[in-house]
């Protein structure tokens, strides 16, 4: 247990890593209180004597700020400024923003879903996860342009703006047309088209969407994402499943894996194609299983990944494990230049059962080995 106020130390041995460049830092969501406020992290490596800080100041709550437990944080080689003590205000000021929402004209487009946006600077700043909502009027209507007045932090020049929503309610899917945002505090305006679904039935199934601002230099991105469920007894799953991918320039968000068809069946490979931030080139992958529906287990055996912005290149996450309540929901993949299946060592495995009255077993047995380079999984 992590206590608030205290610092704690683990000792981590790890394959040698070189300059650290970032960490991912996150939690499962588990126990009694999951919700965790981290300062920050200081990792030294005890060969070089390097002593490396991670800033953070941030929750990792699902119902606080921009409700991410997982975050992706930058080394620096000078420690961070200490945080405001209690009670006194945060460094960054507070700004008027006026945030115009316009629903689509189009069938269905309305949504009784609660809607909210983050606005994210260029210095890598964000304000965290802003409730759109005007009490007692009908928001999100077909047609409607809603308009909303808020206060946040002032993350200076506007990079990108993350739009989603919770999806409830009896009718939540929604089309967006745009969002508008004005800094009423400098004048500085922005528009973020967007023009199609957010909805867990429609388009690419998405119900989070980052937006740039008009004029930028973004160019559209999308990701093929292959998925190969592992072809042994129960390896199908109906659970949801969801990925985050990082790369050089930061981390997609978490991107749902859906299509009209019955996927994660046993032996399947199936693809989806979504439109998400290109994240330059990609480090690792979080996979994540919500553990829903009859048969939830999910053998995952690997994933593939191509992106729009250089389609000549083709990543692997290897995975070869169980995604369930026993062996863990979430799993962090490293990225492969190639498939890394046909060099995978082959261990030989010897059990030796007791010679004595019942000790034998009809259940099936598993077996997961730890070394530093990671698990081998079940």
């Given at each position: ?74 080394a620096s080689l000078t420690p961070p400024p200490p945080p405001p003590a209690p009670g006194v205000a945060p460094a ?167 299509n009209p068809k019955n996927n994660f069946e046993r032996g399947d490979t199936d693809v989806f194609n979504i439109t ?103």
């Open positions: 247990m992590l206590n608030a106020g205290t610092t704690d130390e683990f000792q981590v041995p790890c394959r040698t890593l070189g300059t650290l460049q970032e960490l991912v830092l996150g939690h499962d969501n588990t126990g009694l209180n999951a919700n965790w406020h981290c300062e920050l992290v200081s990792i030294t490596d005890l060969a070089t004597k390097t002593t490396y800080w991670f800033a953070c100041n941030k929750w990792f709550d699902l119902a606080k700020e921009d409700g991410r437990i997982e975050r992706v944080l930058k960054r000021p507070t700004v008027p923003y006026q945030i115009t929402v316009m629903t689509s004209n189009v069938s269905g487009a309305g949504t009784d879903a609660n809607v909210f946006v983050v606005l994210y600077g260029e210095d890598g700043s964000d304000t965290g996860r802003i409730k759109l909502d005007n009490p007692g009027r009908n928001d999100f209507e077909k047609g409607q342009k809603d308009v909303f007045e808020v206060v946040a932090a002032d993350v200076g020049l506007l990079r990108k703006l993350r739009v989603g929503h919770d999806n409830s309610g009896a009718g939540p899917a929604w089309h967006l047309a745009y969002v508008e945002v004005l800094n009423k505090a400098t004048g500085a305006h922005y528009v973020f088209k967007c023009n199609r679904w957010l909805s867990e039935k429609d388009d690419d199934f998405q119900i989070e969407r980052d937006l740039f601002p008009q004029g930028s230099n973004v160019v559209e991105n999308v990701y093929t994402i292959a998925v190969t469920t592992s072809d042994i007894s129960g390896a199908g799953t109906d659970a949801n499943i969801t990925v985050i991918l990082y790369g050089e320039k930061g981390e997609t968000g978490r991107l749902k894996l859906d998400a931030e290109d994240v330059g080139p990609l480090r690792s992958m979080k996979v994540s299983s919500d553990d829903k529906g009859l048969g939830s287990a999910w053998h995952l055996d690997i994933v593939t990944v191509v992106s729009s912005a250089k389609p000549s290149v083709k990543y692997w996450f290897y995975c070869g494990q169980w995604l369930s309540q026993e062996h863990g929901l979430d799993k962090t993949l490293r990225a492969e230049l190639s498939d890394p299946r046909p060099n995978l060592p082959t261990y030989t495995i010897t059990t030796h059962t007791s010679d004595i009255s019942g000790a034998g077993t009809d259940a099936q047995v598993f077996i997961n080995l730890f070394g530093v380079k990671g698990e081998s999984g079940p």
